[in-house]
């Protein structure tokens, strides 16, 4: 919400400068040097548009990565709870309570702290008695190998993805980026401003669109930065999904 209110307010801020600048120099003054100006609006603006197109590109390849992700996580957990059903009954017990557990605790426990670029200490003790309890299955026939073969690769994606994901919770772009991004949409809009347009209305148009457009681009490049938050964020429905699989709703 600070971050739309902020964008918000430099459309609003932009569109004081206008008035100001009309009021303190004549169209003119200003006409004077539209050619200069032009040339150089056209060069800054060019540059800018490949940084923020190579930005927002960038970041949303990464969100889609990150839904991805969390697909092929959640995905492994009911291959992992009907490959047990082979083994015997403790054996079997205790990686479908394990199954469920991880899902839920992802779910109402994990998927809150991602918010913050955090991990669950309860998902990660439930990972690690995932890994625990594979460790100590020991195949009897042919069918229970197959099938223990597929559980490890199972538990496999699931820490891999999971620490993927909580990677994928942190910031991406660099603070460097940031400072260039608000660096040239701030100069874009600066020689904006001084435009030899003679009537008010259409340079205040023109600056606000402007603005406008810059504004509402870095606002969306900060929320899918950060695809754990936010009104785009990606939401838990996939281990949701493989809790209906497994015959444990969500709750």
Same mark, same amino acid.
Request: hydrophobic share 50%; glycine share 8%; charged share 15%.
């Given at each position: 919400m600070l971050w739309f209110l902020v964008a918000c307010g430099s459309v609003? *801020? @932009?569109?004081?400068? =206008?008035?100001?600048?009309?009021?303190?120099?004549?169209?003119?003054?200003?006409a004077a040097h539209n050619e200069v100006n032009g040339?150089?609006? /056209?060069? *800054?603006?060019? $540059?800018? %548009?490949?940084? $923020?197109?190579? *930005?927002? *590109? /960038? =970041?949303?390849?990464? !969100?889609?990565? /990150? #839904?991805?992700?969390?697909?092929?996580e959640a995905n492994a957990i009911p291959g992992l709870y009907f490959s047990s059903t082979v083994f015997p009954p403790d054996i079997r017990t205790t990686f479908q309570r394990d199954s469920v557990a991880y899902a839920r605790d992802v779910i109402n426990d994990e998927w809150p702290t991602l918010a913050n670029g955090q991990s669950s200490p309860r998902v990660?003790?439930?990972?690690?008695? $995932?890994?625990?309890?594979?460790?100590?299955? #020991?195949?009897?026939?042919?069918? #229970?190998? %197959?099938?223990?073969? @597929? !559980?490890?690769?199972r538990i496999n994606t699931i820490n891999s993805d999971r620490r993927q994901r909580i990677y994928e919770a942190q910031p991406s772009i660099p603070g460097i980026f940031w400072y260039s991004l608000?660096?040239?949409?701030?100069l874009l809009i600066f020689f904006a401003l001084f435009f030899g347009v003679p009537k008010l209305l259409p340079h205040l148009l023109m600056v606000t669109v402007l603005a406008t457009?810059?504004?509402?681009?870095?606002?969306?490049?900060? $929320? !899918?930065? #950060?695809?754990?938050?936010?009104? !785009?964020?990606?939401?838990?429905?996939a281990y949701q999904v493989a809790l209906v699989e497994m015959g444990q709703p969500d709750q």
């Open positions: 609003v *801020v @932009s569109a004081g400068c =206008v008035i100001v600048v009309h009021r303190l120099w004549s169209h003119t003054l200003r040339y150089f609006f /056209a060069a *800054v603006g060019a $540059l800018y %548009a490949v940084l $923020l197109a190579f *930005v927002v *590109v /960038a =970041v949303w390849e990464d !969100m889609g990565t /990150a #839904q991805q992700n969390t697909y092929d990660e003790a439930d990972a690690k008695a $995932l890994r625990k309890a594979i460790l100590q299955v #020991q195949p009897r026939t042919d069918q #229970q190998d %197959a099938l223990y073969s @597929s !559980m490890i690769d608000l660096g040239g949409g701030i457009i810059v504004a509402g681009t870095l606002y969306l490049t900060y $929320l !899918m930065e #950060q695809p754990f938050r936010g009104p !785009m964020r990606i939401e838990p429905n």
